[in-house]
DNA sequence: TAGATTTGCTTAGAGGCATTAAGCAAACAT
DNA sequence: ATGTTTGCTTAATGCCTCTAAGCAAATCTA
């Protein structure tokens, strides 16, 4: 599975990247997105410019790989609240799960942020990217959880005569890129609780409602009680 | 009200501040945010880069100024479709006034998300700027709605004493500064409605749910029937 | 172990951007 | 007619991205 010992010099490479990484994100956090440069960040790593383009292409890699590390770093969040309940009901755990998002996203506002916005814009997204499969692997842990539920414990869902045809086509082709698990009156739940639950947290860490709230966790909380609710989790 | 005759030079002035205007926005939609610089602003009118510093203190400020002008836009596509239906009942002209946001925002996707996620980091908003002056607004034209609604024909709304403490005390401080055209827990009804609808489009300009919809309108159609049922609009 | 290669870094540009400073000429006001 | 304001210019500073050329040490290879 995984390769031999790496050599010294991987070794090096590697803690070199990490050390990217980690000024990259101080960067970012003390001075905003506009101090992420690679000039800067290669100054204040002692470096010369030039020099990290030994580590990435440009900018917008860098950029992108930084990006995906957060999004890993949210994702474990999310999956170390879920497995730390191994044996609690699945509602339970979902919400957990839930809940350490917010957690995440209101602890690294920064990083939250620039996930959801960052500098590169969506047409540079390459297919397959870090960045990309990242984000991938985010979207999925709450998937996985309600696809689970969905097999052990059929949430309600809506009658597919109901739903607009041309809603009804879309989520017959996501049924089918997650394999299945969820039929497309089921995707149709899990993705309105997705976009709810993604949407109230960016709205929040974007100060979108700062106008009117300034702790929004019982709005989160209200949010998961619907959200428990329509996926029949109550009691 | 307004000045009178206005100078030869002031038109020429207004001329150029509005041709300013239209090539950042050309700018902006046809090369994307990164491609909105002073510089080639100023290039693409035959000018001068410091030239422009005559109509704007810099990069931020002009910024601020376009992002207003759409924010100004975005307000009255809404205003409008709201009074082209003065005499129809309120649950129609709110319907209307949503599905136009929504219309401008997906017809206009470039300037929706650089007035959701302009460059110009939160800190950098002053309180009194053109910017801000435009947001409030462009926040105040559904207020204005619901609040006529809750005045002729209130609306459910939860017990405050079911609410969470913290939350209502932000209530109420929301609801005096609207001049508590609302009480608390009806402020409490529309600030979750205002944050599934801009969530939602958020969401759907900015690309966050692409990896399952095409098109988003069945959605966003449904989003307003589960407004029209909190705000007691059926039938 | 000697030679060849790879790797990590350097400095030196080129070209762009934001912004300030200094200055000129036309338009305007008195 | 004269002095001021306005709209613009070029020059210059200092930052940025990114490419090119090259050096020295680590590593691989024969």
Redesign the pocket.
């Known amino acids: 599975m995984t390769a031999k010992t790496p050599?010294?010099?991987e070794r090096?490479?590697q803690a070199?990247l990490e050390e990217i990484h980690a000024v990259t994100r101080r960067l970012l956090v003390t001075q905003g997105p506009a101090a992420v440069?690679?000039?800067?960040v290669?100054?204040e790593m002692?470096?010369?410019?030039?020099?990290l383009?030994?580590?990435y292409?440009?900018?917008?890699e860098l950029v992108g790989a930084v990006t995906a590390g957060f999004l890993r770093e949210l994702t474990e969040a999310m999956e170390q609240a879920r497995d730390a309940r191994a044996d609690a009901p699945p509602a339970d755990r979902l919400l957990a799960t839930c809940r350490a998002m917010r957690a995440w996203a209101v602890a690294h506002p920064a990083e939250f942020g620039w996930i959801f916005a960052s500098p590169v814009a969506p047409p540079d997204r390459h297919p397959d990217s870090p960045r990309q499969r990242a984000g991938q692997r985010f979207e999925q842990i709450l998937l996985d959880q309600v696809a689970e539920l969905w097999r052990t414990r059929p949430f309600p869902v809506p009658d597919p005569a109901d739903l607009d045809p041309s809603l009804l086509e879309q989520l017959r082709a996501y049924s089918e890129t997650i394999g299945g698990r969820l039929p497309p009156e089921a995707a149709h739940v899990f993705l309105s609780c997705w976009i709810r639950l993604y949407g109230l947290l960016c709205m929040e860490v974007l100060h979108q409602v700062d106008f009117a709230y300034s702790d929004m966790e019982p709005v989160f909380e209200e949010c998961l009680s619907e959200l428990r609710a329509r996926l029949g989790l109550e009691g």
């Open positions: 050599s010294r010099r090096l490479r070199t440069t690679v000039n800067a290669a100054r002692g470096m010369s410019g030039p020099a383009y030994h580590y292409a440009g900018h917008e």
